[in-house]
Protein backbone atom coordinates (compact mmCIF):
# COMPACT_ATOMS: atom_id res chain seq x y z
CA UNK A 1 0.00 0.00 0.00
CA UNK A 2 1.02 3.87 -0.49
CA UNK A 3 1.43 6.08 1.89
CA UNK A 4 -1.66 8.86 1.80
CA UNK A 5 -0.97 11.93 1.68
CA UNK A 6 -3.61 14.57 3.69
CA UNK A 7 -5.48 16.93 1.43
CA UNK A 8 -6.70 19.16 3.92
CA UNK A 9 -6.00 20.49 7.76
CA UNK A 10 -8.01 16.86 8.63
CA UNK A 11 -6.00 14.79 10.55
CA UNK A 12 -3.22 12.97 8.30
CA UNK A 13 -4.80 9.80 6.84
CA UNK A 14 -1.67 6.78 6.52
CA UNK A 15 -1.49 3.99 5.32
CA UNK A 16 1.07 1.13 5.24
CA UNK A 17 1.18 -2.97 5.17
CA UNK A 18 2.12 -2.91 8.67
CA UNK A 19 2.19 -0.82 11.58
CA UNK A 20 4.79 -1.91 14.42
CA UNK A 21 4.44 -0.71 17.64
CA UNK A 22 7.72 0.10 20.12
CA UNK A 23 11.27 0.56 18.43
CA UNK A 24 12.93 -2.20 20.97
CA UNK A 25 14.78 -4.99 19.97
CA UNK A 26 11.65 -6.54 18.52
CA UNK A 27 10.54 -3.42 16.95
CA UNK A 28 13.77 -2.72 15.03
CA UNK A 29 14.06 -5.90 13.85
CA UNK A 30 10.88 -6.35 12.42
CA UNK A 31 11.28 -3.31 10.37
CA UNK A 32 14.00 -4.89 9.28
CA UNK A 33 12.50 -7.89 8.68
CA UNK A 34 9.48 -6.44 6.36
CA UNK A 35 11.26 -3.82 4.78
CA UNK A 36 13.02 -7.33 3.35
CA UNK A 37 10.01 -8.51 2.35
CA UNK A 38 9.35 -5.47 0.49
CA UNK A 39 6.63 -4.23 2.56
CA UNK A 40 5.83 -0.43 3.97
CA UNK A 41 6.08 -0.80 7.96
CA UNK A 42 5.80 2.20 10.43
CA UNK A 43 7.44 1.79 13.40
CA UNK A 44 5.23 3.94 16.43
CA UNK A 45 7.35 4.62 19.52
CA UNK A 46 6.62 6.36 22.52
CA UNK A 47 10.45 7.03 23.51
CA UNK A 48 12.53 9.51 22.04
CA UNK A 49 14.97 6.90 20.64
CA UNK A 50 15.34 3.26 20.13
CA UNK A 51 16.32 0.98 22.68
CA UNK A 52 13.16 -0.34 24.53
CA UNK A 53 13.81 -1.21 27.86
CA UNK A 54 17.45 0.10 27.47
CA UNK A 55 16.00 3.31 26.72
CA UNK A 56 14.01 3.53 29.66
CA UNK A 57 15.64 1.94 32.41
CA UNK A 58 18.90 4.30 33.06
CA UNK A 59 18.60 3.74 36.56
CA UNK A 60 22.11 3.38 38.68
CA UNK A 61 23.51 0.13 38.02
CA UNK A 62 21.62 -1.13 35.23
CA UNK A 63 23.28 -4.19 33.12
CA UNK A 64 21.76 -6.96 31.48
CA UNK A 65 22.60 -10.06 33.49
CA UNK A 66 22.20 -12.46 30.49
CA UNK A 67 25.96 -12.10 29.24
CA UNK A 68 26.91 -9.29 26.33
CA UNK A 69 27.99 -12.03 23.75
CA UNK A 70 24.48 -13.96 23.74
CA UNK A 71 22.32 -10.66 24.75
CA UNK A 72 22.67 -9.49 21.17
CA UNK A 73 21.19 -10.17 17.48
CA UNK A 74 22.56 -13.26 15.58
CA UNK A 75 20.78 -12.17 12.52
CA UNK A 76 24.02 -10.50 11.02
CA UNK A 77 27.22 -12.39 10.92
CA UNK A 78 29.01 -8.70 9.93
CA UNK A 79 26.91 -6.79 12.99
CA UNK A 80 27.83 -9.71 15.64
CA UNK A 81 31.81 -9.72 13.99
CA UNK A 82 32.12 -6.20 14.16
CA UNK A 83 30.27 -4.80 17.58
CA UNK A 84 32.71 -5.14 20.20
CA UNK A 85 30.89 -5.69 23.80
CA UNK A 86 33.45 -3.99 26.66
CA UNK A 87 32.13 -6.14 29.73
CA UNK A 88 31.08 -9.57 30.41
CA UNK A 89 27.21 -7.73 31.98
CA UNK A 90 26.74 -4.66 29.65
CA UNK A 91 25.97 -1.92 31.19
CA UNK A 92 22.53 0.13 29.95
CA UNK A 93 24.37 2.83 28.14
CA UNK A 94 26.24 0.39 26.30
CA UNK A 95 23.46 -1.86 25.38
CA UNK A 96 21.70 1.79 24.16
CA UNK A 97 24.33 1.87 21.81
CA UNK A 98 24.41 -1.06 20.21
CA UNK A 99 20.82 -0.66 19.97
CA UNK A 100 21.63 2.82 17.94
CA UNK A 101 24.12 1.48 16.10
CA UNK A 102 21.49 -1.05 14.64
CA UNK A 103 19.23 1.46 13.76
CA UNK A 104 22.07 3.42 11.47
CA UNK A 105 23.40 0.40 10.62
CA UNK A 106 20.11 -1.04 8.62
CA UNK A 107 18.91 2.29 8.09
CA UNK A 108 15.88 1.83 10.38
CA UNK A 109 14.61 5.53 11.28
CA UNK A 110 13.19 6.62 8.72
CA UNK A 111 10.12 4.49 9.38
CA UNK A 112 10.30 5.09 12.89
CA UNK A 113 7.97 7.94 14.24
CA UNK A 114 9.24 8.70 17.74
CA UNK A 115 7.54 10.49 20.94
CA UNK A 116 4.09 8.69 19.77
CA UNK A 117 2.24 6.12 21.44
CA UNK A 118 -0.58 4.13 19.82
CA UNK A 119 -3.19 4.59 21.95
CA UNK A 120 -6.27 2.13 19.97
CA UNK A 121 -6.26 -0.12 17.46
CA UNK A 122 -9.38 -1.05 15.66
CA UNK A 123 -9.60 -4.08 13.09
CA UNK A 124 -12.60 -3.62 10.40
CA UNK A 125 -13.58 -6.94 9.29
CA UNK A 126 -14.85 -5.63 5.83
CA UNK A 127 -10.95 -4.11 4.47
CA UNK A 128 -9.56 -6.76 6.93
CA UNK A 129 -7.23 -4.02 8.33
CA UNK A 130 -6.42 -2.42 11.41
CA UNK A 131 -7.47 1.39 11.82
CA UNK A 132 -4.22 2.72 14.82
CA UNK A 133 -4.63 5.40 16.35
CA UNK A 134 -1.72 7.94 17.59
CA UNK A 135 -1.14 9.87 20.28
CA UNK A 136 -0.28 12.89 17.55
CA UNK A 137 -4.54 12.08 16.88
CA UNK A 138 -3.50 10.50 13.48
CA UNK A 139 -5.25 7.08 12.19
CA UNK A 140 -2.73 4.61 9.96
CA UNK A 141 -4.40 1.90 8.41
CA UNK A 142 -2.42 -1.03 7.67
CA UNK A 143 -2.90 -4.82 7.11
CA UNK A 144 -1.11 -6.10 10.06
CA UNK A 145 -0.64 -4.59 13.68
CA UNK A 146 2.39 -6.51 15.03
CA UNK A 147 2.52 -5.32 18.75
CA UNK A 148 6.67 -5.13 19.78
CA UNK A 149 5.44 -3.52 22.95
CA UNK A 150 8.14 -5.54 25.75
CA UNK A 151 6.92 -7.58 28.28
CA UNK A 152 8.81 -5.32 31.47
CA UNK A 153 7.70 -1.99 29.62
CA UNK A 154 4.32 -0.66 32.00
CA UNK A 155 6.37 1.02 34.85
CA UNK A 156 4.26 0.94 38.05
CA UNK A 157 4.11 2.48 40.97
CA UNK A 158 2.00 0.74 43.94
CA UNK A 159 -0.99 3.31 44.57
CA UNK A 160 0.11 4.32 47.92
CA UNK A 161 -1.92 7.37 49.70
CA UNK A 162 -0.52 10.55 49.68
CA UNK A 163 1.86 9.89 46.78
CA UNK A 164 1.48 13.32 45.62
CA UNK A 165 2.25 15.07 48.46
CA UNK A 166 5.51 14.36 48.60
CA UNK A 167 7.55 17.21 48.59
CA UNK A 168 10.85 15.78 47.70
CA UNK A 169 11.90 13.79 44.28
CA UNK A 170 10.25 10.59 43.34
CA UNK A 171 12.06 8.19 40.35
CA UNK A 172 10.82 4.95 39.11
CA UNK A 173 14.02 2.62 38.01
CA UNK A 174 12.11 2.08 34.39
CA UNK A 175 11.23 5.53 33.83
CA UNK A 176 14.81 6.96 34.65
CA UNK A 177 15.76 10.60 33.70
CA UNK A 178 17.80 10.97 30.96
CA UNK A 179 20.55 12.94 33.03
CA UNK A 180 22.98 11.88 35.31
CA UNK A 181 21.06 11.66 39.29
CA UNK A 182 23.58 12.06 41.97
CA UNK A 183 22.15 11.13 45.45
CA UNK A 184 25.14 12.77 47.18
CA UNK A 185 23.97 13.82 50.37
CA UNK A 186 20.35 12.84 50.55
CA UNK A 187 18.36 10.84 52.42
CA UNK A 188 17.06 8.37 49.98
CA UNK A 189 14.66 5.32 50.27
CA UNK A 190 14.45 2.95 47.66
CA UNK A 191 11.00 0.68 47.60
CA UNK A 192 11.71 -2.98 46.05
CA UNK A 193 14.17 -5.96 46.18
CA UNK A 194 13.91 -6.98 42.64
CA UNK A 195 16.30 -6.92 40.28
CA UNK A 196 16.65 -3.42 39.58
CA UNK A 197 16.69 -2.80 43.15
CA UNK A 198 19.18 -5.26 43.82
CA UNK A 199 21.82 -3.32 41.13
CA UNK A 200 20.64 0.16 41.89
CA UNK A 201 20.98 -0.03 45.45
CA UNK A 202 24.93 -0.36 46.31
CA UNK A 203 25.26 2.41 43.79
CA UNK A 204 23.09 4.56 45.64
CA UNK A 205 24.22 3.97 48.90
CA UNK A 206 27.70 4.90 47.69
CA UNK A 207 26.29 8.04 47.17
CA UNK A 208 23.30 8.46 49.78
CA UNK A 209 24.24 10.27 53.69
CA UNK A 210 21.83 7.80 54.57
CA UNK A 211 20.09 5.17 52.63
CA UNK A 212 16.55 2.87 53.42
CA UNK A 213 15.60 0.12 51.71
CA UNK A 214 12.18 -0.97 51.89
CA UNK A 215 11.86 -4.84 51.52
CA UNK A 216 8.65 -6.39 51.87
CA UNK A 217 9.81 -9.82 49.97
CA UNK A 218 13.61 -11.14 50.40
CA UNK A 219 15.11 -12.04 46.70
CA UNK A 220 17.47 -14.72 45.99
CA UNK A 221 20.34 -13.27 44.12
CA UNK A 222 24.07 -14.39 43.11
CA UNK A 223 27.06 -12.57 42.40
CA UNK A 224 27.89 -10.90 38.42
CA UNK A 225 31.27 -11.32 39.02
CA UNK A 226 31.50 -8.87 35.73
CA UNK A 227 34.86 -7.48 34.15
CA UNK A 228 36.00 -6.74 31.29
CA UNK A 229 35.67 -8.88 28.34
CA UNK A 230 39.47 -10.30 26.44
CA UNK A 231 40.12 -9.82 23.55
CA UNK A 232 40.53 -13.98 23.22
CA UNK A 233 36.80 -14.45 24.82
CA UNK A 234 35.82 -12.23 22.26
CA UNK A 235 38.05 -13.83 19.44
CA UNK A 236 36.76 -17.01 20.86
CA UNK A 237 33.14 -16.58 20.40
CA UNK A 238 33.91 -14.97 16.87
CA UNK A 239 35.53 -17.95 15.78
CA UNK A 240 32.48 -19.91 15.60
CA UNK A 241 29.71 -17.23 16.27
CA UNK A 242 26.70 -18.70 14.06
CA UNK A 243 27.18 -22.31 15.18
CA UNK A 244 27.27 -21.47 19.37
CA UNK A 245 23.64 -19.23 18.05
CA UNK A 246 22.23 -22.10 16.67
CA UNK A 247 23.27 -24.19 19.29
CA UNK A 248 21.87 -21.77 21.98
CA UNK A 249 18.64 -21.69 20.00
CA UNK A 250 18.30 -25.31 19.86
CA UNK A 251 20.19 -27.32 22.75
CA UNK A 252 19.63 -25.08 25.47
CA UNK A 253 16.49 -24.70 27.84
CA UNK A 254 16.44 -20.99 27.89
CA UNK A 255 18.35 -19.99 24.30
CA UNK A 256 21.66 -19.51 26.47
CA UNK A 257 24.65 -21.09 25.96
CA UNK A 258 25.46 -22.92 29.75
CA UNK A 259 26.20 -26.53 30.61
CA UNK A 260 23.84 -28.11 32.57
CA UNK A 261 24.99 -31.37 34.04
CA UNK A 262 22.66 -34.03 33.47
CA UNK A 263 22.31 -34.99 37.32
CA UNK A 264 19.76 -34.33 39.91
CA UNK A 265 20.88 -32.13 43.03
CA UNK A 266 19.72 -35.51 45.25
CA UNK A 267 22.16 -37.78 43.04
CA UNK A 268 25.03 -35.91 44.46
CA UNK A 269 26.47 -36.22 48.34
CA UNK A 270 26.40 -32.81 50.59
CA UNK A 271 29.71 -32.16 49.94
CA UNK A 272 29.54 -32.61 45.99
CA UNK A 273 26.95 -30.21 46.18
CA UNK A 274 28.31 -27.83 48.44
CA UNK A 275 31.48 -28.23 45.68
CA UNK A 276 28.59 -27.88 42.60
CA UNK A 277 27.34 -24.89 44.37
CA UNK A 278 30.07 -22.97 45.45
CA UNK A 279 31.67 -23.36 41.71
CA UNK A 280 27.91 -21.71 40.50
CA UNK A 281 28.85 -18.82 42.77
CA UNK A 282 32.72 -18.37 41.69
CA UNK A 283 31.37 -18.41 38.28
CA UNK A 284 28.62 -16.11 39.16
CA UNK A 285 25.26 -15.30 37.12
CA UNK A 286 22.28 -16.67 36.39
CA UNK A 287 23.84 -19.79 35.62
CA UNK A 288 23.72 -20.83 39.14
CA UNK A 289 20.19 -22.37 38.52
CA UNK A 290 22.16 -24.70 35.97
CA UNK A 291 24.08 -26.31 38.96
CA UNK A 292 21.63 -29.25 38.41
CA UNK A 293 19.12 -30.22 35.99
CA UNK A 294 16.46 -30.44 38.34
CA UNK A 295 16.57 -27.23 41.03
CA UNK A 296 13.28 -26.13 39.16
CA UNK A 297 11.29 -29.57 38.92
CA UNK A 298 12.18 -30.78 42.46
CA UNK A 299 11.90 -29.35 45.82
CA UNK A 300 14.00 -31.05 48.10
CA UNK A 301 16.95 -30.24 45.54
CA UNK A 302 15.84 -26.73 45.48
CA UNK A 303 15.71 -26.49 48.94
CA UNK A 304 19.27 -27.33 48.75
CA UNK A 305 20.50 -24.32 47.07
CA UNK A 306 17.93 -22.40 48.89
CA UNK A 307 19.89 -23.20 51.89
CA UNK A 308 23.55 -22.97 50.41
CA UNK A 309 22.59 -18.85 49.49
CA UNK A 310 21.30 -18.98 52.60
CA UNK A 311 24.31 -19.36 54.01
CA UNK A 312 26.32 -17.34 51.83
CA UNK A 313 24.17 -14.20 53.12
CA UNK A 314 24.41 -15.11 56.93
CA UNK A 315 28.53 -15.40 55.95
CA UNK A 316 28.22 -11.86 54.14
CA UNK A 317 26.16 -9.50 56.24
CA UNK A 318 27.66 -9.22 59.71
CA UNK A 319 24.55 -8.28 61.33
CA UNK A 320 22.27 -11.64 62.01
CA UNK A 321 19.16 -9.73 62.41
CA UNK A 322 19.88 -7.76 58.89
CA UNK A 323 21.25 -11.55 57.79
CA UNK A 324 18.19 -13.23 58.68
CA UNK A 325 15.58 -10.62 56.94
CA UNK A 326 17.84 -10.64 53.83
CA UNK A 327 17.32 -14.78 53.70
CA UNK A 328 14.29 -15.76 51.66
CA UNK A 329 12.07 -18.26 52.77
CA UNK A 330 8.87 -17.52 51.07
CA UNK A 331 9.20 -18.82 47.55
CA UNK A 332 11.91 -21.83 45.39
CA UNK A 333 15.28 -20.17 44.38
CA UNK A 334 14.57 -18.83 40.67
CA UNK A 335 10.54 -19.44 40.63
CA UNK A 336 10.94 -15.44 41.46
CA UNK A 337 13.48 -14.22 38.41
CA UNK A 338 17.29 -14.91 40.25
CA UNK A 339 18.65 -11.36 40.73
CA UNK A 340 22.19 -11.20 39.77
CA UNK A 341 24.52 -8.42 41.71
CA UNK A 342 27.05 -6.55 42.92
CA UNK A 343 28.07 -6.18 45.75
CA UNK A 344 24.46 -5.92 47.09
CA UNK A 345 24.01 -7.98 50.38
CA UNK A 346 27.60 -6.36 51.65
CA UNK A 347 25.77 -3.14 51.18
CA UNK A 348 24.39 -3.74 54.49
CA UNK A 349 27.45 -4.01 56.24
CA UNK A 350 27.68 -0.09 55.13
CA UNK A 351 26.53 2.14 58.40
CA UNK A 352 24.75 4.73 55.78
CA UNK A 353 22.35 1.60 55.07
CA UNK A 354 19.22 0.21 57.13
CA UNK A 355 16.83 -2.60 55.80
CA UNK A 356 13.41 -1.83 57.22
CA UNK A 357 11.07 -4.76 56.78
CA UNK A 358 7.92 -3.46 55.20
CA UNK A 359 6.27 -7.38 55.22
CA UNK A 360 5.97 -7.20 59.41
CA UNK A 361 5.24 -3.12 58.86
CA UNK A 362 3.44 -2.25 55.20
CA UNK A 363 4.45 1.59 53.86
CA UNK A 364 1.13 3.07 55.49
CA UNK A 365 1.69 6.58 53.54
CA UNK A 366 4.23 8.48 51.77
CA UNK A 367 4.42 11.99 53.66
CA UNK A 368 4.95 15.18 52.29
CA UNK A 369 8.98 14.37 53.79
CA UNK A 370 9.07 11.06 53.95
CA UNK A 371 6.74 8.22 54.35
CA UNK A 372 5.13 6.04 56.58
CA UNK A 373 5.44 2.39 57.59
CA UNK A 374 4.02 0.81 60.86
CA UNK A 375 4.11 2.89 63.29
CA UNK A 376 7.42 4.56 62.36
CA UNK A 377 8.00 7.74 60.15
CA UNK A 378 10.92 7.68 57.78
CA UNK A 379 12.78 11.31 56.74
CA UNK A 380 13.51 11.04 53.04
CA UNK A 381 14.75 13.92 50.10
CA UNK A 382 14.44 11.26 47.45
CA UNK A 383 12.05 7.58 46.89
CA UNK A 384 12.94 5.58 44.18
CA UNK A 385 10.64 3.31 43.34
CA UNK A 386 11.80 0.15 42.77
CA UNK A 387 8.76 -1.58 42.46
CA UNK A 388 8.30 -3.42 38.66
CA UNK A 389 6.03 -3.83 35.67
CA UNK A 390 2.80 -4.55 35.08
CA UNK A 391 4.41 -7.49 33.27
CA UNK A 392 3.97 -9.19 29.48
CA UNK A 393 0.15 -7.89 29.49
CA UNK A 394 0.50 -4.24 30.85
CA UNK A 395 1.62 -2.54 27.78
CA UNK A 396 -0.76 -4.64 25.59
CA UNK A 397 -3.66 -3.44 27.79
CA UNK A 398 -2.54 -0.07 27.37
CA UNK A 399 -3.56 0.01 23.70
CA UNK A 400 -7.60 -0.25 23.59
CA UNK A 401 -7.69 -2.56 20.70
CA UNK A 402 -10.82 -3.61 19.07
CA UNK A 403 -11.27 -7.41 17.26
CA UNK A 404 -13.28 -8.72 14.60
CA UNK A 405 -16.57 -8.75 16.34
CA UNK A 406 -16.06 -5.04 18.06
CA UNK A 407 -14.80 -7.04 21.58
CA UNK A 408 -11.08 -5.82 23.11
CA UNK A 409 -8.35 -7.40 24.00
CA UNK A 410 -9.00 -6.47 27.68
CA UNK A 411 -12.18 -7.96 27.95
CA UNK A 412 -10.98 -10.89 25.83
CA UNK A 413 -8.47 -11.69 28.37
CA UNK A 414 -9.87 -10.50 31.85
CA UNK A 415 -9.36 -13.21 32.95
CA UNK A 416 -5.89 -14.03 31.85
CA UNK A 417 -3.50 -13.37 28.54
CA UNK A 418 -5.16 -15.76 25.81
CA UNK A 419 -2.28 -16.63 22.85
CA UNK A 420 -1.78 -19.00 20.44
CA UNK A 421 1.99 -20.31 20.39
CA UNK A 422 1.77 -16.17 22.61
CA UNK A 423 1.73 -15.19 18.81
CA UNK A 424 -1.65 -14.33 17.91
CA UNK A 425 -5.33 -14.03 20.09
CA UNK A 426 -8.25 -15.48 18.29
CA UNK A 427 -10.55 -12.45 16.84
CA UNK A 428 -8.14 -10.72 16.07
CA UNK A 429 -6.79 -10.81 12.83
CA UNK A 430 -3.82 -9.99 11.85
CA UNK A 431 -2.29 -8.61 15.37
CA UNK A 432 1.39 -10.32 15.95
CA UNK A 433 2.59 -10.21 19.39
CA UNK A 434 6.38 -10.25 19.39
CA UNK A 435 7.55 -12.17 22.33
CA UNK A 436 3.44 -12.58 24.12
CA UNK A 437 1.81 -14.20 26.78
CA UNK A 438 2.41 -18.26 26.34
CA UNK A 439 5.98 -18.38 24.51
CA UNK A 440 9.18 -18.54 26.25
CA UNK A 441 9.89 -14.63 26.22
CA UNK A 442 11.53 -13.73 29.81
CA UNK A 443 11.95 -17.27 30.76
CA UNK A 444 14.58 -17.05 27.98
CA UNK A 445 17.20 -15.01 26.45
CA UNK A 446 15.04 -12.13 25.06
CA UNK A 447 16.93 -10.90 22.34
CA UNK A 448 17.33 -15.03 21.06
CA UNK A 449 13.00 -15.16 21.54
CA UNK A 450 12.43 -12.36 19.96
CA UNK A 451 14.69 -12.90 16.74
CA UNK A 452 12.35 -16.84 16.61
CA UNK A 453 9.57 -14.94 16.91
CA UNK A 454 10.40 -11.92 14.22
CA UNK A 455 11.21 -14.96 11.80
CA UNK A 456 8.22 -16.98 12.52
CA UNK A 457 5.86 -13.43 11.86
CA UNK A 458 7.83 -12.57 8.36
CA UNK A 459 7.50 -16.23 6.95
CA UNK A 460 4.23 -16.36 7.76
CA UNK A 461 3.28 -13.00 5.98
CA UNK A 462 5.61 -14.11 3.17
CA UNK A 463 3.68 -17.18 2.86
CA UNK A 464 -0.03 -15.46 2.61
CA UNK A 465 1.69 -12.85 0.24
CA UNK A 466 2.56 -15.88 -1.89
CA UNK A 467 -0.66 -17.69 -1.63
CA UNK A 468 -2.95 -14.14 -1.96
CA UNK A 469 -4.15 -14.36 1.22
CA UNK A 470 -4.18 -11.37 3.96
CA UNK A 471 -6.06 -12.88 6.84
CA UNK A 472 -4.18 -14.85 9.40
CA UNK A 473 -5.82 -15.98 13.13
CA UNK A 474 -5.87 -18.98 15.21
CA UNK A 475 -8.66 -20.80 15.83
CA UNK A 476 -9.66 -20.86 19.32
CA UNK A 477 -9.66 -24.56 19.79
CA UNK A 478 -6.23 -24.15 19.14
CA UNK A 479 -5.47 -21.22 21.26
CA UNK A 480 -7.54 -23.27 24.05
CA UNK A 481 -5.19 -26.24 23.57
CA UNK A 482 -2.49 -23.93 23.84
CA UNK A 483 -3.30 -22.04 26.76
CA UNK A 484 -4.53 -25.49 28.54
CA UNK A 485 -0.53 -26.77 27.60
CA UNK A 486 0.99 -23.60 29.25
CA UNK A 487 -0.46 -23.73 32.46
CA UNK A 488 -0.08 -27.63 32.38
CA UNK A 489 3.70 -27.50 31.75
CA UNK A 490 3.96 -24.65 34.74
CA UNK A 491 2.86 -26.50 37.03
CA UNK A 492 4.79 -29.51 36.68
CA UNK A 493 7.39 -26.66 37.76
CA UNK A 494 7.73 -25.14 40.77
CA UNK A 495 7.56 -21.64 39.04
CA UNK A 496 3.60 -21.09 39.96
CA UNK A 497 4.59 -21.80 43.96
CA UNK A 498 5.64 -17.90 44.39
CA UNK A 499 3.98 -15.57 44.10
CA UNK A 500 6.29 -13.27 41.26
CA UNK A 501 4.96 -11.34 38.34
CA UNK A 502 5.16 -14.00 36.04
CA UNK A 503 2.00 -15.33 37.70
CA UNK A 504 0.81 -11.48 37.60
CA UNK A 505 0.92 -11.49 41.44
CA UNK A 506 2.18 -8.36 42.03
CA UNK A 507 -0.54 -6.64 40.45
CA UNK A 508 -3.53 -6.05 42.85
CA UNK A 509 -6.48 -7.64 40.68
CA UNK A 510 -4.67 -9.51 38.22
CA UNK A 511 -5.52 -13.23 37.40
CA UNK A 512 -2.92 -15.29 38.19
CA UNK A 513 -1.89 -17.14 35.66
CA UNK A 514 1.49 -18.42 34.66
CA UNK A 515 2.57 -16.02 31.35
CA UNK A 516 5.33 -17.70 29.79
CA UNK A 517 5.99 -20.87 28.47
CA UNK A 518 7.81 -22.87 30.21
CA UNK A 519 8.63 -25.64 27.57
CA UNK A 520 11.86 -24.30 26.73
CA UNK A 521 13.44 -22.85 23.46
CA UNK A 522 14.28 -25.45 21.25
CA UNK A 523 10.35 -27.47 22.23
CA UNK A 524 8.79 -24.26 21.49
CA UNK A 525 10.39 -23.69 18.43
CA UNK A 526 9.82 -26.93 16.64
CA UNK A 527 6.11 -26.32 17.43
CA UNK A 528 6.45 -23.37 15.52
CA UNK A 529 8.17 -24.45 12.87
CA UNK A 530 6.20 -27.66 12.83
CA UNK A 531 3.17 -25.59 12.38
CA UNK A 532 4.35 -23.42 9.45
CA UNK A 533 5.03 -26.23 7.63
CA UNK A 534 1.59 -27.70 8.12
CA UNK A 535 0.34 -24.84 6.06
CA UNK A 536 -0.49 -23.12 9.71
CA UNK A 537 -2.11 -25.76 11.11
CA UNK A 538 -4.44 -24.48 14.13
CA UNK A 539 -4.82 -21.23 12.23
CA UNK A 540 -7.34 -20.15 9.75
CA UNK A 541 -5.91 -18.47 6.66
CA UNK A 542 -7.83 -16.50 4.07
CA UNK A 543 -8.03 -13.49 1.92
CA UNK A 544 -10.42 -10.23 1.99
CA UNK A 545 -12.98 -12.12 -0.13
CA UNK A 546 -13.92 -14.95 1.67
CA UNK A 547 -15.87 -15.53 4.12
CA UNK A 548 -14.06 -14.73 8.10
CA UNK A 549 -12.96 -17.33 9.77
CA UNK A 550 -15.12 -18.97 12.38
P1 LIG B 1 10.21 -6.71 40.43
O1 LIG B 1 11.08 -7.88 40.32
O2 LIG B 1 8.77 -6.86 40.17
O3 LIG B 1 10.43 -6.12 41.90
C1 LIG B 1 9.56 -5.17 42.43
C2 LIG B 1 9.86 -5.00 43.90
O4 LIG B 1 9.00 -4.01 44.43
C3 LIG B 1 9.61 -6.28 44.69
O5 LIG B 1 10.61 -6.40 45.67
C4 LIG B 1 8.25 -6.00 45.33
O6 LIG B 1 8.01 -6.71 46.51
C5 LIG B 1 8.37 -4.52 45.60
N1 LIG B 1 7.07 -3.90 45.79
C6 LIG B 1 6.08 -3.77 44.88
N2 LIG B 1 5.03 -3.17 45.45
C7 LIG B 1 5.36 -2.92 46.74
C8 LIG B 1 4.69 -2.33 47.84
N3 LIG B 1 3.43 -1.88 47.72
N4 LIG B 1 5.33 -2.24 49.02
C9 LIG B 1 6.59 -2.70 49.13
N5 LIG B 1 7.28 -3.27 48.15
C10 LIG B 1 6.66 -3.38 46.96
O7 LIG B 1 10.71 -5.50 39.49
P2 LIG B 1 12.18 -5.20 38.93
O8 LIG B 1 13.19 -5.27 40.00
O9 LIG B 1 12.08 -3.94 38.16
O10 LIG B 1 12.46 -6.40 37.95
C11 LIG B 1 11.50 -6.86 37.02
C12 LIG B 1 12.15 -7.80 36.05
O11 LIG B 1 12.89 -7.07 35.10
C13 LIG B 1 13.15 -8.75 36.65
O12 LIG B 1 12.57 -9.83 37.30
C14 LIG B 1 13.96 -9.13 35.43
O13 LIG B 1 13.32 -10.08 34.66
C15 LIG B 1 14.00 -7.81 34.68
N6 LIG B 1 15.23 -7.09 35.04
C16 LIG B 1 16.39 -7.62 34.59
C17 LIG B 1 17.56 -7.01 34.93
C18 LIG B 1 18.83 -7.59 34.45
O14 LIG B 1 18.93 -8.14 33.39
N7 LIG B 1 19.85 -7.52 35.24
C19 LIG B 1 17.58 -5.87 35.73
C20 LIG B 1 16.36 -5.35 36.15
C21 LIG B 1 15.18 -5.98 35.81
P3 LIG B 1 7.26 -8.14 46.45
O15 LIG B 1 8.27 -9.10 45.91
O16 LIG B 1 6.86 -8.38 47.85
O17 LIG B 1 6.09 -7.98 45.52
Avoid at 69 to 88: A, I, N
Avoid at 274 to 299: Q, V
Wanted: contains cysteine; proline residues 5%; negative net charge.
Amino acid sequence: MDALQPNSAAPALRSHDAVIVGAGFGGLYMLHRLRGLGLSARVFEQGSGVGGTWYWNRYPGARCDVESMQYSYGFSEDLQQDWQWSERYAPQPEILRYANHVADRFDLRRDIQFDTGVTAARFDDASGTWSVSTSDGAETAARYLILATGCLSNARIPDFPGLDDFAGKTYHTGHWPHRTIDFTGQRVGVIGTGSSAIQSIPIIAEQAAHLFVFQRTANFSVPAHNAAISTDYAASWKSDYAARRRRAREETRNGILTVVPDKSAMEDTAEGRRAAYEAGWARGGISFMSSYNDLLLNKEANDTACDFVRGKIAEIVRDPAVARLLQPNDHPIGSKRICVDTDYYATFNRPNVTLVNVRAEPIERILPNGLRAGAKEYALDAIVFATGFDAMTGSVAKIDIHGRDGRTLNQKWVEGPRCHLGLMSAGFPNLFIITGPGSPSVLSNMIVSIEQHVDWITDCIAHMRARGLDRIEPTVAAEDDWVAHVNEVAHRTLYPQANSWYMGANIPGKPRIFMPYIGGVPAYRQICAEIAANDYAGFSLSSARQATPA
